[in-house]
T-cell receptor
Framework: GAVVSQHPSWVICKSGTSVKIECRSLDFQATTMFWYRQFPKQSLMLMATSNEGSKATYEQGVEKDKFLINHASLTLSTLTVTSAHPEDSSFYIC??????????FGPGTRLTVT | DAKTTQPTSMDCAEGRAANLPCNHSTISGNEYVYWYRQIHSQGPQYIIHGLKNNETNEMASLIITEDRKSSTLILPHATLRDTAVYYCIVRVGDMRFGAGTRLTVKP
């Protein structure tokens, strides 16, 4: 199957700082990428859908000014958590969709805000 | 996308078949049934998907009822490494996750 990578795999940052997470499709081009968030013992929640070259579409309740998404190329999408607070601590997972409508997930990034 | 209902948890003995049910009674004609699993602290892993017919791959089999209102994922010989949360998703567009079934494979 296709491979999606995320970087970093874990990050610790101080409250008030910003953190950028990268999502790459390694062996295919992804016109659409997705960002999910998962809190402990909960399921994945879709945050936003990102299409290459256009603005991301955010789910209801997700602040677009806080979670900045950039999908500048067919293999890279980035999620920047701005002015992070402890309640933003979570497991962030991206996925990428192939042109055959298959969706592959990255390994996730664990963010801890202190 | 149609809503799915799965048992919260299931146990299975190592080496036996694990049968994970999923109800999706409001599924529409163009919606596929997807199964993913998530092992602790990892991203979801694709298992199998189908539309109408039963499907089999190297990981599992997917049995979809004739009316498409329910399906069963079968892991033919469960191992301890199959312990995970299994998600049944019915979709046309975005992949949205329900609570899933926590499968525990016991020695």
């Amino acid at each position: 199957g296709a491979v999606v990578s995320q970087h970093p795999s874990w990050v610790i940052c101080k409250s008030g700082t910003s953190v950028k997470i990268e999502c790459r499709s390694l062996d295919f081009q992804a016109t659409t990428m997705f960002w999910y968030r998962q809190f402990p013992k909960q399921s994945l929640m879709l945050m936003a859908t990102s299409n290459e070259g256009s603005k991301a579409t955010y789910e209801q309740g997700v602040e677009k000014d806080k979670f900045l998404i950039n999908h500048a190329s067919l293999t890279l999408s980035t999620l920047t958590v701005t002015s992070a607070h402890p309640e933003d601590s979570s497991f962030y997972i991206c996925s990428a969709k192939t042109r055959w409508d298959e969706q592959y997930f990255g390994p996730g990034t664990r963010l801890t805000v202190t | 996308d149609a809503k799915t209902t799965q048992p919260t948890s299931m146990d299975c003995a190592e080496g036996r078949a694990a049968n994970l049910p999923c109800n999706h009674s409001t599924i529409s004609g163009n919606e596929y049934v997807y199964w993913y699993r998530q092992i602790h602290s990892q991203g979801p892993q694709y298992i199998i998907h189908g539309l109408k017919n039963n499907e089999t791959n190297e990981m599992a089999s997917l049995i979809i009822t004739e009316d498409r209102k329910s399906s069963t994922l079968i892991l033919p010989h469960a191992t301890l490494r199959d312990t995970a949360v299994y998600y049944c998703i019915v979709r046309v567009g975005d992949m949205r996750f329900g609570a899933g079934t926590r499968l525990t494979v016991k020695p």
